[in-house]
DNA sequence: AGTAGCTTCTGAATCGATACAGCACTGAAT
DNA sequence: ATTCAGTGCTGTATCGATTCAGAAGCTACT
């Protein structure tokens, strides 16, 4: 077996805690002993004090979680998401914190368990979509929360960093409503369990995600502006956040007749499978969600928000918690980008 | 203060062992009993039982540690480091795992207590480079190890994963030489520590990281085969595996007098910087190694070899240990990808 | 009735460290 | 000579669970 403190207290004959400041607390104790403890440990190949047992003792972990609410190659495929975990890490590294990736069973049950087995101080959850049961099992552990929406079910403690959703849609629509577009599709990922392609949806406010009904909410508020009402909109569902999806969802309306003029996507890699699926048929105009790098190489038109600056400030509000509670509220700029894939409605 | 386990047990009034039972080995008492205790656990808040006391307890985590060794941000910068993550994501993902994603300062101490902290069963090391003091401290701790590239100085219980690095780098190069390159310029990150540019390396096995040397080795073979010998060859250095990087490293050459017909670069994303650098200027061949994403929409030549694979062969090497240690050592394909960024030498 | 065989539950030992109060000793101040 | 403050180290309690041998209770069979 490997030696533990005790095996090295032993060996050098000191107590276990002398052994134990040794590596923890050097000013308690005499630079000559801890030189001796040290090379006893190194003699007897003591790998230093076990991380488990010390974080039993002390109270804390030294690692965050973070959680994608859906499979943790999620986290990996999308961009934005990407970029996001990248400003987490920024923040987690300067306090020698690390990252714990939990991948989430879909089954809700062995979700919570994985929860509640992470090790760790406190959790950053990437909101996807429907994570109330996550949540519910984080608050329950009593963990400090960070989430990257503001959640109808916020508990007290929680915080986050986020976006107006609803006004950056706005921003989009109107651009494109601007232009002219009156025969417009919305396309998001799971707007409601449903297959690919045209859904009916009775109101913006009934998608089940908050962030996909932020972002719907938006898109129509600008399109009521001018005269377009929701009936009068499609709404495409997409079974994945991925080009693939995006192509698929937008497929039979390319197809059918009299179809869309303008297709707002709610992510850049959806409105990039549009583009995909269009082909070279110009004059559709299509724009999308994030900016993410391969958004500006397609010319897509979007809505700006600060990836790793999401990620930067999500990590800090749980390792840096604010004194005032008012402070864990944080909502970013966006920016609208037009590119050209969006343009005046072609002429018949 | 939380719960214990032996708050529940006292409520219910049974043993704190019991409790215990009702949630790790259900069959261990009757249905009744336990959904009682379960009752009574929720009734008090009681979260379930604490993830670190039961790693210490039970000797496991079930957790590995993931290690990119340069700064954390790395891991997501690269898209070649991406994808593999992901892979080793899927696997861990299916045996209900997590992933501890540790940054490492740059400091060796620091960098040898961040492993020593990490609460893990086993590490998988995404090798980049110059990382003995890291895979050492994992030894010490006697954890299991699985890297990305066969080491000098691997230990018996050492396992990896990936590919003959020559042997792939030649058959770029052999394309290259192929089409008459003759002056040519290898670009590598970091092949010594030195300033972006030009490089005196008296020879490629002289080069610190054995990915790189491996791979400078390869194009050296190729070269030597139709009479291009080693001090003939330009050496390219690099300070950071980015776009940036590469163009800055090659910049110099290009607006020297004599400037190589072909740049073979370690990495793609190295490429692409060489790519962005050459701007419109046509004739310079450039070839890449992975074949990221982004190779395929350059029109990058390259060496593909599996991203997501490696990773997740590297987790079930974590994960599932072969019986004989001898299959512990994986060799995975590689394939010669030519697209348009390598042609015949322009005359004159 | 006695005992064998189950199932269900208990108690004590254990995992490997950290925290904290307190003890012994030293040197300086009174 | 006596008190006082300051070092340097020890001993014990504790973190929150799991494990395992074995007790208790119950059925069933001879």
Redesign the pocket.
Known sequence: ?????????DAV?????????A???P????A???AKILDAARRLG?????P???S????FVGAIGVLFTSELSYAFTDPFAVRFLAGVGQVAERHGTSLLLVPLPADRDRARAAVDNAAVDGFCVYCVGDEEHVLGAIRDRGLPLVTTAPRPDAGPADRFVGIDERAAARSVAAHVAGLGHRRVALLADTVLPAPPGPLRLADPGDAPHPTTRGRLTGFADAFAAVGVDWPAITVLNATGNSRAAGAAAVAPVLSGDDPPTAVLACSDVLALGVLDAAGPRRGLSVSGFDDVAEAADAGLTTVRQPAEEKGRLAAALLLEPPADPADGHLLLPTDLVVRTSTGPVPRS
Do not use: E, F, I, W
């Open positions: 077996m490997k030696p533990t403190l005790q095996d090295v207290a004959g000191v107590s276990r805690s002398t052994v134990s400041n590596y923890s607390r000013d308690q104790l005499s000559a002993l801890r003591y790998p230093g004090p076990d488990t047992a010390r039993l003792r002390r109270g």
